[in-house]
């Protein structure tokens, strides 16, 4: 088919590669011209593993190509994906200021059927609003007005992993309200023969915010654990592990450390709670959730405080920036308030991350940035692991030590093991493995 995807960042760029991998002609729009430029270049902008092959494949043989003009793409299009970005407001509503925009401009270029297609996280009731939106701004002076469908298909893509994610799908989710945006989505995603889950827009809405928000509760869940094995003197991740067997709770999104960030957990818990409270419910447990995940940084502090002693001039190396592995992604990254915080206290921070330090430097200042993790432990008063990278799990830290003015390691990703360290003589605290 012939695809169109409105929004070229992390969702759209992934989407419409992957679309045009399945075997559609997809033509890919932003605003962002300069972007739009890299892009037809074979340039990413972003850190995808696997993104950027795929991308020159695919504008060779033509499947894929870029625009800055959505009339141009919608015009030669059946399905337009809106895939553009929903920031938080202040009080934590999603800004749909992007989508409302893109919903009008594909109006003004209708003169024909196409069905467009919710990508973006948005709150459950979006849909309604697009139709409208597009409704109100039909060209007038056509003698037919062009018929139209609105659908829901949110993404379930993990940044590092979204390609993966996006060709081995647990299940793709549709929220139609007709038989033929139905049939055309089927249509869209059956190279990948997965699991459909066909309901109406709402539903489909729904889902998205309740998937990602149970992930962020599961996540706090473990970390609350987290603290009573640290008074306990229990380890969580022993706890984790007994649990996980259990095929109803599942191991995966029980791994403690100082909390979740990235573009979308912060963003989609906030924007449910907001959208709950809308519809008449108070989500007191989601407001506990974000409670324990700020919680977890402070706690974090406090423990670096504790064994430290005094902070005030300390030199602390901090091993990885980004909000998780194989991303670039410093959004709400946890290492984004820790640092401030041990800034606060008058600490000197030096930190290494393996691909997010130029997006740090954007975003941080007053940190001496290292080559590699063996400069940046020169006179280091301790190391802060704050993402599990591969890389670091294969550091050498008798040497790392030497260099060290004292060898204390905070690890706040649980990657390593206490044992390991102790023969080093390293001293070792982790989250939730029985230290306080
Ligand atoms: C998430 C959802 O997983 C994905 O389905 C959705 O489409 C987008 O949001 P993403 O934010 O890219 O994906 O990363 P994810 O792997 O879910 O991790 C999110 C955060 O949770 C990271 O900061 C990670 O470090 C943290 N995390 C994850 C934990 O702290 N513990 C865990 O057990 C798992």
Redesign the pocket.
């Known amino acids: 088919m012939n695809i169109a995807i409105v929004g070229s960042g992390y969702?759209g760029l992934v989407t419409g590669v992957c679309l045009a991998h399945i075997g559609h002609k997809v033509v890919c729009v932003d605003v962002d011209r300069e972007k739009i430029r890299k892009l037809r270049l074979g340039k990413v902008p972003i850190y995808e593993p696997g993104l950027e092959e795929l991308l020159k494949k695919y504008l060779k043989n033509k499947k894929l190509s870029f625009t800055w003009a959505i009339k141009e793409a919608a015009k030669k299009s059946d399905a337009i994906f809106i895939a553009v970005g929903t920031p938080s407001k202040k009080n934590g509503d999603a800004d749909l200021t992007y989508v409302e925009n893109v919903a009008r401009e594909i109006a003004l270029s209708m003169d024909s059927y196409k069905l467009i297609i919710e990508k973006s996280?948005v709150p459950a009731e979006t849909g309604k609003r697009i139709a409208r939106t597009i409704r109100m701004n039909l060209p007038k002076n056509k003698k037919s007005i062009p018929d139209f469908d609105v659908a829901s298909n949110?993404?379930?893509?993990?940044?590092?992993?979204?390609i993966k994610?996006f060709m081995n799908p647990d299940r793709v989710v549709i929220g139609v309200e007709s038989k033929k945006a139905e049939r055309i989505l089927r249509e869209i995603y059956k190279p990948l023969k997965p699991h459909m889950v066909v309901t109406n827009i709402n539903s489909a809405e729904l889902i998205?915010h309740a998937?990602?928000s149970f992930?962020?509760t599961?996540?706090s869940f473990?970390?609350a654990i987290a603290q009573i094995c640290d008074h306990l003197g229990a380890d969580v991740l022993k706890v984790a592990e007994g649990m996980g067997f259990d095929k109803r709770i599942g191991r995966?999104?029980?791994?403690?450390?100082?909390?979740?960030?990235?573009?979308?957990?912060p963003k989609?818990v906030d924007a449910f709670v907001r959208l709950s409270e809308k519809s008449g419910y108070n989500f007191k447990l989601l407001n506990e959730v974000r409670s324990v995940n700020e919680e977890q940084k402070a706690f974090f502090v406090r423990l670096i405080e504790d064994k430290l002693w005094i902070v005030k001039n300390k030199v602390i190396g901090v091993l990885g920036l980004a909000?998780?592995p194989n991303?670039d992604?410093m959004r709400?990254?946890?290492s984004l308030d820790i640092i401030k915080m041990l800034q606060h206290e008058g600490a000197k921070i030096k930190a290494y991350d393996p691909v997010s330090m130029e997006n740090a430097k954007k975003m941080m200042k007053k940190i001496t940035y290292s080559k590699d993790p063996y400069a940046l432990a020169k006179g280091c008063d301790c190391l802060l692991l704050l993402?599990?990278w591969d890389e670091f799990k294969h550091l050498d830290f008798k040497k790392l030590g030497k260099v060290m003015s004292q060898p204390i390691l905070f690890d706040g990703?649980n990657m390593y093991r206490k044992q390991d360290f102790e023969k080093l003589g390293f001293e070792y605290y982790g989250i939730g493995r029985g230290m306080v």
């Open positions: 969702v996280t949110p993404e379930f893509l993990r940044e590092g992993s979204a994610d998205k998937s990602n992930l962020a599961k996540i473990i970390n995966s999104f029980l791994d403690a450390g100082i909390g979740y960030g990235g573009s979308c957990f989609d909000f998780k991303t992604d709400n990254a946890p993402t599990e990703r």
